[in-house]
């Protein structure tokens, strides 16, 4: 290489480096549809203007033909994957046809394989010379009949994606019209360089070939577009899959009120092809949405709901600038909500309905909770009214029995007998009645003292107890601790509660023993009630706690109401304790009470306002 040449290669060079910027900068993202195509056409470009200057810079014919030779492989590649590029930039579904592609590759390998034995056959061009043309020796031949083909190749595939191109640039997708002038632009100047080159009009230095500058010149074109409108960053791709696929529609106007884009969905909508519609003004587009119009005309940005025939609809209107903040147009976002609408009107449907029936099951509880109240109040003053001449009658019977009102003989005193203890029996009946009602009603309140001396009330209940198994042959066993506390607490509930199950224990046993327990833990009193009779079977053990029920046992012995251990439960649960029974079928049953010695709760129930019963 001569160094008196050098200077003349410097823009060769500089072409070159225009180049590699861009190669590196396409690969960088060649992630982009069609990127790798670019990149390919950029690299292809880059190898080619390196060769270029090799062939430039070597003297001798024979690597002077090397170079040359190897000039046809990127030769070959540029048209190729410009072609390919330019298919993928405008969504071409060729983009994805392997055919396509692999009928495109074989036949420029072809060529290139004709380029490579050509000294054998001389179909692409003659033997090569070289002719003094300073300051460079150019290496000179004649092109044979495969030129022209390998042309037409070229050209074919080159004019084909201009005409792509140009067929997307009239489509304009308009925010990308720039994109694609400079696209045309940069891949027009080295065409022409071409072209002006195979005419031989016009020679830099005596070289035949002008393209390495026009690839050089279309190169910055190309690089100022990748600076300026991010060619490579915001390809149409994006807009053509988002925007076309996406369901809301998409309409664009520009600053003087005319449609320049709109996306399928759009079309839908004002039913017209976006043909029909693009470069139309709005007043044309939009006639049959007269009022809408109207009331849009002038607005830049909002968001509304509105309702055009069936189909609900929200509109978004937004402005949209230039790269400079210019207001260029306005984007119109219109969203089909009328599902959401119809969904929103049948949940309120719902609610209404759901509130109605709010209201009416209110009613009725009110109702139903008036005729409970009713039917307590009923029973509470019947049982009183009840009692009062009850208590007369048994009064007047003890005394005629007594022989208060004269002697007696023995049938008249048995009878009198009779009717005081079934006279005793309904008091007991009313008394009990009267409690649970009571309970269930929420009236019954505790009188609470916080003196009880359990000592004292337990030698009343074991008196009732004793008289209670008198007629039977049971033995009444004792079993309690010394120092009882004084307690918190109701004393005739606390007797009623141990009377009720001394009671059932004396009425269900015929033979044994019946054992009260009364054991002092903590704050706790853990009283028991055991006897030997027949027990009460599992299944019954829950449902004897319910009011009017009874086990079978029960209903045989036909005494009992079935009222007295719920009234039992809720009298210990009123004084913060528990009842609960242990019992094996026919081993007899045990009746367990925990009392408190004192606690809170009782405590506020001895305010004044804790009435007894
Ligand atoms: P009743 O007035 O019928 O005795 P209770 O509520 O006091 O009502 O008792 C409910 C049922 O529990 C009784 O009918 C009986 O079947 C059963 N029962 C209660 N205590 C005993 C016991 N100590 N032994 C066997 N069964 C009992």
Not at 299 to 312: A, F, K, P, S, W
């Amino acid at each position: 290489m001569n160094s008196s040449t050098l200077p003349y290669l410097v823009p060769y060079i500089i072409s070159l480096i225009i180049s590699v910027g861009i190669a590196v900068y396409a690969w960088d993202h060649r992630q982009v549809s069609g990127g790798v195509y670019f990149t390919g056409l950029v690299v292809s470009q880059s190898l080619w203007i390196a060769g270029y200057i090799f062939e430039l810079a070597s003297s001798s014919l024979q690597s002077k033909l090397f170079w040359d030779n190897f000039q046809w492989i990127p030769s070959t590649f540029i048209p190729l994957s410009m072609f390919l590029f330019v298919l993928h930039y405008v969504q071409n579904p060729l983009r994805n046809s392997r055919r396509l592609i692999s009928f495109l590759v074989t036949i420029n390998l072809g060529f290139l394989l004709l380029i490579f034995t050509n000294s054998l056959h001389h179909i692409m061009a003659s033997e090569s010379r070289l002719i003094k043309n300073p300051p460079f020796d150019t290496l000179d031949y004649d092109f044979h009949s495969g030129f022209p083909l390998w042309i037409l190749n070229v050209y074919g595939l080159t004019l084909i994606g201009l005409w792509y191109l140009a067929k997307a640039l009239r489509n304009s997708k308009h925010f990308y019209s720039q994109q694609i002038i400079i696209l045309l632009v940069g891949f027009l100047i080295p065409i022409m360089g071409g072209f002006v080159t195979l005419a031989e009009v016009f020679t830099i230095a005596g070289q035949r070939d002008i393209t390495p500058f026009t690839f050089a010149l279309g190169n910055a074109v190309l690089a100022w577009g990748l600076f300026r409108f991010s060619l490579l960053d915001a390809v149409p791709i994006a807009r053509d899959t988002i925007i076309e696929n996406i369901r809301d529609a998409v309409i664009v106007i520009d600053q003087i009120n005319r449609v320049i884009d709109l996306n399928p969905a759009a079309e839908v909508l004002i039913r017209q092809p976006s043909r029909l519609v693009i470069g139309q003004p709005i007043e044309v587009v939009f006639s049959r949405w007269h009022d809408l119009l109207e009331k849009y005309r002038n607005i830049q940005n909002l968001r509304d709901q509105i309702t055009v025939g069936e189909q609900h609809l929200e509109v978004n209107i937004s402005p949209l600038y230039d790269h400079r903040q210019r207001l260029i147009g306005r984007l119109v976002l219109i969203h089909n909500v009328t599902q959401q609408v119809k969904n929103q009107a049948e949940i309120h449907q719902r609610s209404l309905e759901l509130e109605t029936a709010n209201h009416e099951l209110q009613i009725a509880w009110d109702a139903a909770k008036s005729a409970d109240k009713t039917k307590s109040q009923f029973l509470a003053s019947m049982s009183h009214e009840l009692r009062t001449p009850l208590g007369a009658i048994l009064n007047f019977t003890e005394f005629l029995t007594m022989g208060m009102f004269g002697p007696l003989n023995e049938r008249q005193k048995d009878a009198l007998e009779k009717v005081l203890s079934s006279g005793r029996h309904l008091l007991a009946l009313i008394n009990d009645i009267l409690d649970i009602t009571k309970i269930e009603a929420g009236m019954m309140h505790l009188f609470v003292e916080d003196d009880v001396n359990l000592s004292q009330e337990l030698t009343t209940v074991i008196a009732t107890a004793e008289a209670l198994i008198k007629d039977k042959p049971i033995q009444f066993i004792t079993d309690i601790d010394d120092d009882l506390p004084i307690m918190m607490g109701d004393k005739r509930r606390i007797r009623q509660i141990l009377l009720n199950l001394i009671s059932n224990a004396a009425k269900f046993t015929d033979k044994g023993s019946i054992t009260l327990s009364v054991k002092k833990r903590d704050n706790e009193l853990l009283f028991m009630v055991s006897d030997t009779g027949p027990g009460i079977p599992p299944q019954d053990q829950t449902l004897v706690f319910e009011p009017f029920r009874q086990s079978k046992a029960g209903l045989k012995s036909g005494g009992g109401t079935g009222l007295g251990l719920p009234i039992t439960r809720r009298l210990v649960e009123a004084h913060g304790g528990r009842l609960w029974l242990e019992s094996e079928s026919g081993d007899g049953a045990t009746f367990f009470v925990t009392l408190p010695v004192q606690s809170a709760e009782l405590l506020a129930m001895m305010q004044p306002e804790a009435a007894g019963l």
